[in-house]
């Protein structure tokens, strides 16, 4: 440390390696990005469950209407895509 010189300065000047400045840096940018990648995981995680929460809802309503259960319904589904391409 390396102090004002004149007086007594509460201000405190601190030499710093630059490359360890430039090491330091670097790892605080890893962690930063470290979070961010866990944040972007969560909300893609939570977009994918209310995806599939409401797949599972259309499911059981359209069960509720036409009396097929759900794997009737791909099989449905299935047949009509194959028979669009197939025809």
């Known amino acids: 440390m390396v ?3 004149k007086g007594n300065s509460d201000k405190e000047i601190v ?3 630059p490359l360890e400045a430039k ?3 670097s ?11 866990l ?6 995680e939570a977009i994918n469950g209310a995806w599939a929460m409401l797949g599972l809802t259309v ?7 036409s009396g097929n259960g759900i794997l009737a319904q791909l099989a449905g589904y299935w047949g009509a895509i194959v028979s669009f391409f197939v025809r």
């Open 3 to 5: 102090s004002g010189g």
């Open 39 to 44: 944040k972007r995981r969560r909300r893609i």
């Open 15 to 17: 030499m710093v390696d």
């Open 27 to 37: 790892k605080q940018m890893q962690a930063f990005k470290a979070k961010e990648k």
């Open 59 to 65: 499911g059981l309503v359209i069960e509720g209407h």
């Open 23 to 25: 090491r330091l840096a």
